[in-house]
């Protein structure tokens, strides 16, 4: 007698077949496929990042101990490794990474209107930066980085509001950080918080143009010539707030508006930062507590590193690895939206704690977070987590 879902199978709930199977035909991705369908490798995949797995083989042994639940799962008759280590060589990556879009949107709309920030402000606010993923260059020879070091990069533009992602891009490591700027499609009214990479003086003039803001570290070599001096504050550390003109041989062609300068010291780690933006109305001390939270996106990428698998992977093409990424991307949302859905004040971390302990457990997720604190499951309060500006 069925006396539930089982904890796997409700959160896989909330991920759309209908979706998910108009982006496998997008790329014909069933071609001469048999049994095993692209719908099952997700499946398995998915297991693997939610219950911790090691490798591929650890995922499909830990399936194969539990025969009597797999068609419960949805996954039905199991694979063996060589079938599934296959679909991830051939299958296209983009049916993964299109799924994961719709995911991120549908997750987008659930968040809608929730605000983590410390500051009122009326448009959107992302944070851009980028995260490597070291490889070994013998074995991944195709992510080029250095001549002894293979990696890739995962670009992230996250929404602060929410720590759910807007856009992600994988590219090999040589890819540099400023250039993701370019698929990012801008949008008027919001916010860009960056650090020093992604100075480049003609793509922030785009940002300008297409009316959105920017929030970036200034590096110590801009050249500029000062129009006038706000009031400042050093009591909460503003030193100087600007308004000035670049002057540099190339940055005064690439941005010819003027731009705000503000000097910001922070007491509390006895450090001096410097700021650019182009908005003139908000507080030179909004301003700094904005570039504060794009720590936001480094807590997503150690959150992401800690408890899902993108630092080893279980195939060695870029195929295979495209699709683990988009795979791990997709399942922390779905943690996300499962949280969201079933209305649990408990954090992800703990969420996928249980899920990896309990899989097979058919408790409704929604009376398991209504018990009370179970285990007292926190995540460390690790210095790295603190906010500070680098």
Not at 269 to 277: E, L, N, P, S
Not at 358 to 371: A, G, I, M, R, Y
């Amino acid at each position: 007698m069925n006396k539930g879902k089982m904890a796997f199978a409700q959160i896989i709930d909330f991920a759309s077949y209908s979706i998910f199977k108009r982006c496998v035909e997008r790329y014909n991705g069933h071609h001469r496929m048999r049994t095993f369908s692209c719908w099952k490798q997700f499946l398995c995949l998915a297991f693997g990042q939610l219950t911790h797995r090691e490798s591929m083989s650890d995922t499909l042994l830990c399936l194969g101990l539990n025969p009597d639940k797999l068609f419960h799962l949805g996954i039905g008759n199991l694979a063996d490794k060589s079938t599934v280590s296959r679909a991830n060589e051939s299958r296209d990556w983009r049916i993964y990474q299109d799924f994961g879009l719709k995911l991120i949107e549908q997750a987008r709309g659930l968040y809608k209107g929730d605000n983590q920030l410390k500051v009122e402000l009326k448009g959107d606010v992302f944070v851009l930066d980028a995260t490597t993923v070291d490889l070994c260059l013998e074995v991944f020879w195709w992510a080029s980085f250095r001549k002894t070091k293979a990696a890739i990069k995962i670009h992230t533009l996250l929404d602060a509001k929410t720590s759910i992602p807007e856009f992600v891009f994988i590219s090999d490591g040589k890819v540099h950080d400023v250039k993701i700027l370019d698929e990012i499609n801008i949008q008027r009214g919001s916010y860009y918080l960056m650090d020093k990479a992604y100075i480049d003086f003609s793509r922030l003039y785009y940002l300008q143009v297409e009316k959105a803001y920017f929030v970036v570290r200034a590096k110590d070599n801009i050249q500029f010539k000062k129009l006038k001096s706000r009031e400042h504050d050093k009591i909460n550390g503003i030193l100087s707030d600007q308004d000035i003109y670049l002057t540099g041989p190339l940055s005064k062609d690439k941005y010819p508006d003027k731009i705000r300068r503000i000097e910001f010291y922070d007491s509390e780690y006895d450090r001096h930062f410097v700021f650019i933006t182009n908005n003139f109305a908000v507080k030179a001390k909004t301003v700094a507590q904005l570039y504060k939270h794009r720590w936001h996106v480094e807590i997503f990428f150690k959150w992401i590193k800690q408890n899902l698998k993108i630092k080893s992977f279980w195939g060695q093409s870029e195929n295979a690895v495209r699709i683990q990424v988009w795979v791990a991307i997709s399942t922390y949302v779905l943690v996300a939206i499962t949280k969201k859905k079933l209305n649990i004040d408990n954090s992800l971390y703990e969420i996928l704690q249980y899920i990896s302990i309990c899989p097979f457990e058919k408790t409704p997720l929604h009376e398991v977070f209504s018990k009370g604190k179970l285990q007292e499951i926190k995540e460390r309060n690790f210095n790295q987590l603190k906010i500070n500006y680098n």
